[in-house]
């Protein structure tokens, strides 16, 4: 079935939802005060992501262009 092999693979995954914790608290936080949160790094959660979660909180960050706003090579 493609399972662990023992408790320490299965507590070393990477958990996908921190990343989306840590940027739903920031954006509470920025709803609640109207204030810009301060530097990530400086928070605990973010100090022990992996690498890969890092990445995924990076991709949270950026906000997809609308394609209906983009202009084209064709005037549009």
């Known amino acids: 079935m493609g399972g662990f092999t023992s408790v320490e693979a299965y507590k070393a995954r990477p958990k996908t939802k921190r990343a989306k914790q840590l940027k739903g608290a920031r954006d509470r936080y920025t709803k609640i005060t109207g204030r810009k949160p301060e ?3 400086k928070a605990k959660l973010y100090q022990d992501f992996s ?3 890092k990445k995924q909180y990076a991709a949270l960050l950026i906000e997809p262009e609308s394609k209906l706003g ?3 090579l064709l005037g549009g």
Request: hydrophobic share 20%.
């Open 51 to 53: 690498d890969l979660e």
């Open 39 to 41: 530097n990530v790094r």
């Open 70 to 72: 983009k202009k084209t």
